[in-house]
Structures are given as structure tokens and as C-alpha cells.
């Protein structure tokens, strides 16, 4: 079992219900996925989403697959079925073993890391954030990365308001960063 589910059955499912005072466990907030994507656009050669699947598979352990377009789009020069990106979703203990590579080992890494931006949620319980180079991921060999890539990881909960998803990411221990008082 992955460190990060153990922490969630044993300190933050418990955390979560008695500071919201649910009544039924199934209504306690979960992750249910995580998806990583990266959008490279038309503009690239072909290797260009070779390096992105094998970068993104390399990074999260499971296969990666390029995503086509579903219909033409001529401001964009696009033709249906031309790839303009590679995308993996993660469940389960991948997922689990994801976030703690991500939170622990990955943002620690990252030059001049202040916390993540508090307003990547979407109103409903889901949180969105961007990174912009992926060599800070172990992972990632520098000496083959041909050309800058960045990615977009989007953490899916079943809570049904920002806030109990903010509650409970921060008890994953995601580093958010503080709002300034000051818009």
C-alpha cells in the first residue's frame, strides 16, 4: 500500500470527518485521479510526441497515449486526426505513489518554489497546475531531453466545493502557497 493511501485512510479520511462533521463515510472527500497532459501543437515534428510519451511515461510510470484532434480547425491549421498532444491518467496506487513523488521529492526542487498557486480550483472540487520544465523530475535524463517541455497535472476529487478539496489536498501535504491580503 502507498504511504500517501495509508496516510489518507488512517489520518485524513478521520481529519476530513470530524472537522466537517460528515455523516457517512462515503461522503468524506477522496482523490479519484490525476491527469497529466501536455499540449505541443501542429508547429512540431513527429519526434516531438515520441519524446513527449516516453518523457510523460517515464515520469509516471504508465504508458502515455498522443491525443488527435476530433475535427478540423482551420485558424489553428488543423486536420482531424493530426496529434497536438500526449496525456496519461493515473488511478489507484500509481496515482497515490505520484503524489508523493510530486510532493515530496518533485516541488522541493523546483528554483525559487514558494508554494503552488492557491487558485488552480475550478468550483467544483478540482485542482489544475502547470509546470513549466519537467527536468526537475528524477526521472527525466537531461542529457536526452532534445527540446523544453512542461506540463499541466490536474488533480480530480470527489469533494463538491473548493474548499473541502483545498482541506483536503493540504492535508496531502501540498504546499500551498499564502494569499496576499493585497488584490
Known sequence: MPDML?????SIAPAMKEKRGYANPMEIPKL???IISTGIGSAFDKDAFAEAKKNITMI?????????????ISNFKLRKGMPVGVIVT?????????????????????????????????????????MTDISVFTEIDLDKLKRPMGINICMVTTAKTDDEARD?????EMPFAKESGSK
Do not use: C, W
Open 60 to 72: 509516471t510510470g504508465q504508458a502515455a497515449v498522443i491525443v488527435k484532434t476530433k475535427k478540423d
Open 6 to 10: 495509508k496516510l489518507y485512510k488512517e
Open 32 to 34: 479519484s485521479k490525476i
Open 168 to 172: 483536503l489536498l493540504t492535508l496531502f
Open 90 to 130: 493515473l488511478r489507484n496506487n500509481r496515482m497515490f505513489e505520484f503524489l508523493d513523488r510530486l510532493v515530496h521529492n518533485v516541488l522541493p526542487q523546483v528554483r525559487d518554489f514558494r508554494g503552488i498557486n492557491p487558485k488552480g480550483f475550478d468550483g467544483r472540487g478540482n485542482y489544475n497546475m502547470g
